[in-house]
């Protein structure tokens, strides 16, 4: 049986073991970052549609306070008799 002599340094164990976590972590920190500034940006464009929907709303109701302000909404083709009467009938 082969036998030879293994010697570990304690303080470089622990180095070795520092960097390894933190070279570990990289990946995982690189994805999460790109995740949130997807979610930010998701958060904005619904943000934004929201905002769209609020403005259609509310010319939507200012449309309707003003077609509540009008009694008749109907033009009628005739405005009074008098005008009826001097139009002229083309025979002259």
């Given amino acids: 049986m082969p036998y030879f002599d293994l010697t ?13 976590f933190f070279l570990g972590t990289l990946p995982r920190k690189k994805e999460l970052s790109k995740k949130q500034r997807k979610i930010i940006e998701l958060e904005r ?3 934004s549609a929201y905002a769209e929907v609020l403005d259609s709303q509310r010319e939507y109701i200012q449309l309707e306070a003003k077609m509540k302000d009008i009694t008749n909404p109907v033009i009628p083709m005739k ?14």
């Fill in 79 to 92: 405005s009074n008799k008098l005008e009826e009467n001097n139009r002229p009938t083309g025979t002259d």
């Fill in 45 to 47: 464009e619904l943000v």
């Fill in 8 to 20: 570990l340094n304690i303080y470089i164990l622990g180095l070795l073991m520092i960097v390894s």
